[in-house]
């Protein structure tokens, strides 16, 4: 059973970056597909960036150039680089599996602000 475990988030100002971190249980980390997702007030949660086991990226538009995902498949652990921050950024971010979520789990997500 795969669990997810988001940390990383924080309060920053517009241009300033944030690296989150998703802490995945399960021996079977290494051939999953993962992405982060986020959820802002009032909207729906979007993908925003995916990973495949093979290390193959794909982002979103509204932050390609701007994010980076990565992956260690020895820490079960998967990242996210955001660089020049925005106020639309701000949202809860979650990573869960791709291009499916898990039915009916998320992990707690974490919050990130970014004050204009």
């Known amino acids: 059973q795969v669990q997810l475990v988001e940390s990383g988030g924080s309060l920053v100002q517009a241009g300033g970056s944030l690296r989150l971190s998703c802490a995945v249980s399960g021996s079977i980390f290494s051939i999953l597909a993962m992405g982060w997702y986020r959820q802002a007030p009032g909207k729906q949660r979007e993908l925003v960036a995916g990973i495949t086991s093979g290390g193959s990226t794909n982002y979103a538009m509204s932050v390609k150039g701007r994010f980076t995902i990565s992956r260690d498949n020895a820490k079960n652990t998967v990242f996210l680089q955001m660089n020049s921050l925005k106020p639309e950024d701000t949202a809860v971010y979650y990573c869960?599996?791709?291009?499916?979520?898990?039915?009916?789990?998320w992990g707690q997500g974490t919050q990130v602000t970014v004050a204009s």
């Open positions: 869960n599996l791709m291009p499916w979520p898990i039915n009916g789990y």
